[in-house]
């Protein structure tokens, strides 16, 4: 198993227009999605070898989404189905840009109530790449099972990729999703961060000053915050740079944050880690991914917009 992933897998009702044309009724889309499925899944449509780590309800939802997966070629033995709560589901509100919000309903839902002994550990120590976010560490027990699947990932020598995803609804406080985010941030040697993100984590605006007070502070070795439009950011130790965004049509950005970091992931398998790049191999691996993400901007939904490899190398000219 090449990458594995634990964390949140739930349902994104996205807006497809109105529903019975009555004046404030509006129809949703079913979609599947979750950040670190939508990962897992973008890599084995690229050809990786990938594993979900989860919990969803035991109901019409959780088994569709289960079956999303398996259709997908993501390995579904570390799922666990669940009768003590419903599969979590979350309203995505979209913009005139296609910017887009959300309103999760998860009180609790399913994916909170993964435990430490579900974990399916064999999954973990043989993955070279380790993924995860900040949603499963809202509540317990999940929180205790994603800690515990990064301490083993870690001592099993994979690289963690780790995308803090902030979702301040889903906290107690900003303090404690504040401290909970900086948390991942030693364990972490792939870091992705919004420009929000770096903003409220570090105080610092600037991508130059807020990555290097990151790496000077916790040693984090890959550093990457995307800039919407305008494209992303990465630092390598003391290298670091900018790569332009590609221009397309955008409908809705949902999963294109993750799309964008499961091209890096994909980019560090092939080159066979992080050791030793280069700027101009650096440089590829930026365009690689903002072109992954930009063109998942173009559908709706997250998993069913995810680009071919032959269509992100087109658009990178590749």
Request: hydrophobic share 40%; aromatic share 8%.
């Amino acid at each position: 198993m090449e990458a594995v992933a634990i964390g949140e897998l739930l349902i994104d009702f996205t807006p497809e227009g109105r529903g019975d044309g009555k004046e404030g009724h509006v129809a949703f889309l079913r979609n599947p999605g979750g950040a670190p499925a939508n990962v897992m899944a973008a890599l084995t449509k690229w050809g990786i070898q990938t594993a979900m780590i989860a919990k969803i309800g035991d109901d019409p939802l959780g088994h569709y989404l289960k079956g999303v997966l398996q259709e997908a070629g993501v390995n579904t033995d570390g799922v666990v189905l669940t009768q003590e709560a419903p599969t979590t589901l979350a309203f995505v509100h979209l913009d005139k840009t296609g910017d887009r919000s959300f309103h999760f309903y998860r009180n609790p839902g399913a994916d909170c109530l993964l435990r430490p002994e579900e974990i399916n550990r064999d999954q973990i120590t043989r993955a070279r790449i380790f993924h995860y976010g900040s949603i499963s560490k809202t509540h317990e027990p999940a929180a205790s099972a994603t800690r515990y699947a990064v301490r083993t990932a870690k001592e099993s020598g994979a690289l963690i990729s780790y995308d803090p995803n902030l979702r301040l609804p889903l906290w107690e406080s900003e303090t404690c999703a504040k401290q909970t985010l900086l948390e991942g941030f030693s364990d972490a040697d792939i870091l992705k961060l919004s420009e929000e993100e770096l903003l409220f984590l570090t105080g610092i605006n600037d991508p130059i000053e807020g990555t290097k007070y990151i790496y000077d502070t916790y040693g984090t070795r890959l550093i990457l915050i995307t800039l919407g439009a305008l494209g992303s950011f990465y630092r390598y130790g003391t290298l670091f740079g900018i790569h332009p965004g590609f221009q397309v049509e955008v409908v809705d950005t949902t999963g294109a944050g993750d799309a964008f970091l499961a091209g890096v992931l994909f980019c560090v398998l092939e080159k066979g880690g992080i050791d030793g790049w280069s700027k101009g191999e650096l440089e590829r691996l930026l365009s690689f991914a903002n072109a992954s993400g930009a063109l998942t901007t173009c559908s709706k939904g997250a998993i069913p917009a995810l680009p071919s490899v032959t269509a992100i190398r087109n658009l990178t000219m590749e």
